[in-house]
């Protein structure tokens, strides 16, 4: 259901009660408070993807719920007023925690004055236990348990249970598991989870969220009551984050847009299955009138930039290339594997759980918390954000550079001459220390058809969607294969032995083009590349023809 005003479209606001009072357009998630009450286990954990609304979601139920308000005006004609958990409705003491906003030096004294504070609107100051007196007298904030204290406290004032609410508690965890504060923060959120959440006897429910399942490091493992709601297997809040197919139909009655082109923008990202348009790319699409790239760079992908290395290069280039790989990949995060040596299960995991990669799982056993899964790049949107990143963290270089490569394709001499000088400056001899061994020559090989691939994906202004790679044309297999508006391209690459070999080598590797019939299936302009390396030496040769079929 759509309520609101469409031409009042906010974008910057997390608050259900600004939402509503200000008549913006509202898409009805008010089921999640039904599917909250309902659900039997009193501490929930949510991971989901970016920007799929979690924290509207969380204020929902915070103002649904309050005791100290009464919103029920706010629901009025919603999902939610004619659901039996009705009564619920400005019923108890509801405690909202938003862990995004703790810095590493400060976490410590903000939620012990959140607590505080929260206690005090409660509780009349003299008639506070002696437990709880203690703990709000603490000067150094080093007493991990203040959400019992703080249930405690109200519960002995008004005879109620509280409810906490807990949004992103993975925020600071994972912009600081690299430091040496993380430690000291783990064991923190660990205490203060525990004390709060088992066997609490003045909770209610509580309701975490985030983006990463993170729990390999005890951080629940104190938790015998909690259950979690994950992209691989939740059932339960599947439509109540993102935006569903029936939602988007309704919002079609409001705009004028084409549906199936927007699928191809901004859906594509599963939960346990099923596919989910990205809510803050739909609506602000639907707010500009425009299809761009609304996703934007977060700090995860400093990381995972960080943990790329040929393997993975190679994997997320194939990606590029419209593949759907299977691989194994974690149901949860090790953030110390992280630190250390990830593996490719917690590597490509942390991607699918920040929302980069779409995953759907595949048949075969689950080993352990291992599972089978097919994972690849869902939409325009996040294809676009790739190649973005791949371009700026990777290979350090800007799209126009890229592009006026080919721009300047009609002179081959100056093309060849732009396309080496891009090649050697970006190519770093870290890339090729790893390579040692018989397989080395052909390990450099591989090593630069990336490379290059991961450069001529990253560039978006082809007109196909993506370059083609090792694919069957004429007697043979090409290596790479991009068609552009100034012609059709085809690259072949050898590794050379020598600087002296290049001019030879690039020359066979033009030969091989011609000889094996490359691109004879292919109209228009055809321009056959060349490319010999060594080190991060290179030499290219160009030839182009020209088919009138």
């Not at 011609?514 to 691109?519: D, E, F, N």
Request: net charge negative; charged share 30%; glycine share 6%.
């Amino acid at each position: 259901m759509l309520v609101g005003n469409p031409k009042k479209i906010d974008l910057s606001t997390s608050s259900f009660e600004r939402m509503i009072e200000r008549k913006n357009l509202y898409i009805d998630k008010t089921r999640i408070v039904e599917n909250f009450i309902e659900e039997a286990s009193s501490v929930q954990l949510i991971t989901r993807q970016r920007r799929l609304g979690k924290s509207l979601n969380m204020d929902t139920i915070r103002c649904f719920l309050t005791d100290r308000v009464d919103n029920r005006r706010l629901f009025k004609g919603l999902y939610v007023e004619s659901s039996h958990v009705w009564e619920y409705a400005n019923s108890s003491p509801v405690f909202y925690f938003n862990f995004k906003s703790l810095s590493p030096q400060t976490y410590k004294k903000d939620v012990f004055h959140t607590v505080l504070n929260y206690i005090l609107e409660y509780c009349d100051k003299n008639d506070l236990s002696v437990e709880v007196e203690s703990y709000i007298s603490d000067k150094d904030y080093s007493d991990a348990k203040g959400l019992f204290y703080l249930t405690k406290a109200v519960y002995e004032t008004t005879g109620k249970r509280s409810y906490l609410l807990i949004d992103e508690y993975d925020k600071m965890l994972m912009d600081n598991y690299k430091t040496a504060e993380y430690e000291e923060i783990r064991q923190y959120e660990t205490l203060l989870f525990s004390t709060g959440f088992k066997d609490n006897p003045y909770l209610e429910k509580a309701l975490i969220t985030g983006v990463m399942r993170i729990s390999r490091e005890s951080l629940f493992s104190g938790l015998n009551n909690i259950k979690i709601f994950d992209i691989f297997n939740d059932t339960t809040y599947t439509d109540d984050y993102g935006l569903t197919e029936e939602e988007v139909d309704e919002l079609q009655t409001l705009f004028d847009f084409d549906k199936a082109k927007l699928k191809t923008w901004y859906n594509g990202i599963m939960v346990n299955g099923k596919p989910i348009y990205n809510t803050y790319s739909t609506m602000s699409f639907l707010d500009e009138n425009k299809y761009k790239c609304y996703w934007a760079m977060s700090g995860i992908m400093d990381t995972i930039a960080e943990l790329i290395n040929e393997n993975r290069r190679k994997t997320i280039t194939r990606l590029l290339s419209g593949e759907k790989l299977c691989m194994g990949i974690e149901e949860r995060i090790s953030l110390m594997d992280l630190s250390h040596e990830a593996g490719d299960e917690d590597f490509y995991s942390l991607i699918v759980q920040a929302g980069y990669l779409s995953v759907e799982r595949a048949e075969g056993e689950t080993v352990s918390e291992t599972i089978k899964a097919i994972m690849s790049i869902p939409n325009i949107e996040l294809m676009l954000a790739w190649k973005n990143f791949i371009l700026k963290r990777v290979f350090r270089v800007l799209s126009s550079q890229v592009r006026s490569i080919f721009e300047n394709s009609d002179n081959l001499p100056l093309f060849t001459k732009d396309l080496e000088r891009i090649i050697t400056d970006r190519l770093s001899h870290h890339d090729l220390a790893g390579l040692r061994g018989e397989e080395r020559e052909k390990a450099h090989e591989v090593l630069y058809h990336v490379f290059l691939l991961g450069l001529l994906c990253a560039d978006g202004h082809t007109l196909r969607k993506y370059p083609i790679s090792n694919r069957e044309s004429g007697d043979g297999r090409f290596d790479i294969f991009i068609e552009r508006a100034e012609g059709n391209f085809i690259f072949e690459l050898k590794s050379s032995e020598n600087a002296e070999n290049l001019g030879k080598d690039a020359q066979s590797a033009l030969e091989q083009i011609t000889a094996k019939r490359y691109g004879e299936d292919f109209s228009g302009r055809l321009v056959k590349v060349g490319i010999a390396f060594v080190g991060k030496k290179c030499r290219i040769i160009c030839e182009e023809t020209l088919s009138l079929d």
